[in-house]
């Protein structure tokens, strides 16, 4: 090879990744793995700790052996990471003690419930800027530490650790050498005050997480130790959770920046600089990343099901073979039909945060058909985004000029200009989609002197930029349309059913 490359470690929910990227910031080759999904209880999701490394690491020994990869061709590697999953581990033997207890698991919403009643709401957002929820790391160390055997005992005798993804992965590939993680996966913990960047003693005794099985904080552009292959070493120099690496890789480096990765769910963050803003809307504050021992910070807002309302037509409702299929039968529907879909399949996220709503279908005609309902669900996306980006702009003061997308969903045409008409903003989409593994490879590029920030505003390419269409008294006849279909699907599940 005579140019150096980047590999960026994508471990996700679903799969691990390595991808491998160029100095132009161009996908050379990428290797995928799916692994196991545990469900062994309702509202329980576990992952083999052991299969997620396996898989992580496969899928990078088959990038390297499929481009005849040598140490020396690579410049530096960069982890991202599913976030707020955790891992518990012996330290002597490497062996977890436990399942690693996904980010989705709900074991601990009643503990999480009672530390609420408790009165720790506000202390809680005050230092880690999170609400309280079993969504964070926190109550599922807990969990494991009071219901696996004997894992009080090792863990009070100093011989467990813990770590989110990316520190479980880091710890494996530097052979147990560095046991760390960076502000934008710690923050994630319900552990970490965001204002010091630092481990919060308060938070820690009342998990009762022993100080020792927690990871040394790093910047996320910074050492994490080397990955040995052929007798050399590789730097490790990024560090970042899924959807903060996201934001780096949309290259939202100044404040008021935004991007919206259409996945499974959305998720839309807000570069919010160097001061952190608190949401009077139900969005989160976290932090974006550090370089240099300076935190950014990030307005997040959630919405749990986006690209699934879109699994749910192919998978349940079976009007289509696949999800990309779902653009030709939108473009069939009839221009007049008001049918409107809230995919309030898991309750409604942010800013609505009702986890009572349920989904549901308004507006039907007898002349409403497939179409009509594949066009709403793929409406729904951007009614969605629409909501927490006024609540962002809210939060924030700061009204976006345009929108930065990414992930798998806005790859239709049909979402994309849609997303443009509703918000009245022009929506971005750039060539790479994979911003998030872009995010870890510019974090890891960037540490090793491989980039400058300079280069990275460059390189960026845009493959399409989606300008409103359509006039504004339609769109506000749609956006009412939609909130009072919002306003129906809440709280139709009874609290005690
Ligand atoms: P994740 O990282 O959450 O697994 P991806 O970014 O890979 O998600 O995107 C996959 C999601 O996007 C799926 O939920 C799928 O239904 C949806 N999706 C993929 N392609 C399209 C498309 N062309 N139109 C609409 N939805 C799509």
Redesign the pocket.
Known sequence: MSQQLIIALDQ????SRAVLFNHEAELVDVSQREFEQHFPKQGWVEHDANEIWESQFGVLQRLVAANQLTPSDIAAVGITNQRETTVVWNKKTGEPVYNAIVWQDRRTAARCDEISAAGWKERIQEKTGLVIDAYFSASKIEWILNNVSGARELADAGELLFGTVDTWIIWKLTEGAVHATDPSNAARTMLLNINSGEWDEELIELFGIPFSMLPEVRDSSGDFGYLSFQGQEVPISGVAG?QQAALFGQTCFEKGMAKN?????CFMLMNTGAERVDSNSGLLSTIAWSIDGKITYALEGSVFI??????WL?DELEFIE??????ALALRANPESDVVVVPAFAGLGAPYWDMYARGAIFGLTRDSGRPEIAKAT?QSLAYQIYDVLQAMQKDSGIELSQLNV???????D??AQFQADVLQKTVTRPKV?ES?ALGAAYLAGLKVGYWKVEDLMSVREVEREFSPALAQDKVAHLLKRWHKAVERSKQWVDIDD
């Open positions: 996700g929910t679903t799969s899924d990765t259409y996945g499974t769910g986006a690209g699934a309302a879109v699994q192919r696949s999800a990309s299929d779902s653009e793929l990414d992930g798998g969903a806005i790859a239709n049909f979402l989609l998030t």
